[in-house]
């Protein structure tokens, strides 16, 4: 099904442009011309970094700046049709500690400096069927060493999702692709200062919630 285009979003886009670390139009495509950012670049400071993939309309990305105001967060989304509501949120709350890629996490690397970031959260990513679109999973092996590329040595990825399958696909990923598992929960308990969108429906459903943190030592290539 396609999703109807939200009214002015052009324009939405321009009032919160300060907003906006990146965003990826037709030209990126046509031209591949980006700017690489550091966090300096774009927060002017040097606070640790973190990096949510699929952030959707902002849930989490609005609660985590405000419980953590000395940590930068840049939050991700490919939709900019989801994402412009993410956006205004923050902005109207003059939070000062989150800035928003609007691009696809394959072209990270086209956007963000490398051995910048501290960790990696992805909440609920798209589970996508493992057949037929399983390297579109943000867990497939060519996301996890775009991640390796962005990560800080010792620096990680949380990983938190409803399914059963996504997740055991992705801590065997992690496991072969050199990340080392510190925590591994099944029936995650809640906690709403930090619950997503997509978390708060699937909690309400009462499906458990499974959870993986793993970090990477910045040298190991080799499965664990
Ligand atoms: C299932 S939603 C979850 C949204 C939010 N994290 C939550 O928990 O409520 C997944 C989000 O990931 C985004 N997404 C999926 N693949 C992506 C990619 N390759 N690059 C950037 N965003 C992506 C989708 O646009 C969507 O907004």
């Given at each position: ?159 938190t999702?409803d ?25 995650l ?10 978390e708060?429906?699937f ?5 458990p919630i499974k ?14």
């Amino acid at each position: 099904m396609r999703m109807r285009l939200k009214k002015h979003l052009n324009e939405r886009f321009e009032n919160v442009s300060k907003y906006i670390a990146a965003k990826e139009d037709k030209s990126f495509y046509s031209e591949r011309s980006s700017v690489v950012l550091s966090p300096f670049d774009i927060f002017n400071n040097n606070n640790p970094t973190s990096l949510e993939i699929g952030c959707g309309k902002g849930a989490f990305a609005f609660n985590y700046a405000q419980l953590h105001p000395n940590i930068n967060l840049i939050a991700v989304d490919m939709i900019s049709n989801v994402i412009i509501d993410a956006v205004e949120m923050v902005a109207d709350e003059g939070l000062i500690n989150v800035k928003f890629m609007v691009i696809a996490a394959e072209n990270l690397l086209a956007h963000l400096e490398e051995h910048t970031i501290s960790e990696i959260i992805l909440n609920f990513p798209c589970p996508y069927k493992k057949n037929s679109y399983s390297n579109a999973r943000l867990t497939h092996p060519r996301f996890l060493e775009i991640y390796k590329k962005l990560l800080l040595p010792q620096g990680k990825i949380i990983l938190t999702t409803d399914k059963d399958n996504f997740f055991e696909f992705s801590v065997n990923r992690l496991r072969e692709e050199g990340f080392f598992i510190t925590e591994l929960t099944t029936d995650l308990p809640r906690n709403e200062k930090l619950e997503t969108e997509y978390e708060k429906n699937f909690r309400d459903m009462g499906i458990p919630i499974k959870r993986v943190v793993a970090y990477f030592d910045g040298l190991s290539t080799s499965k664990q």
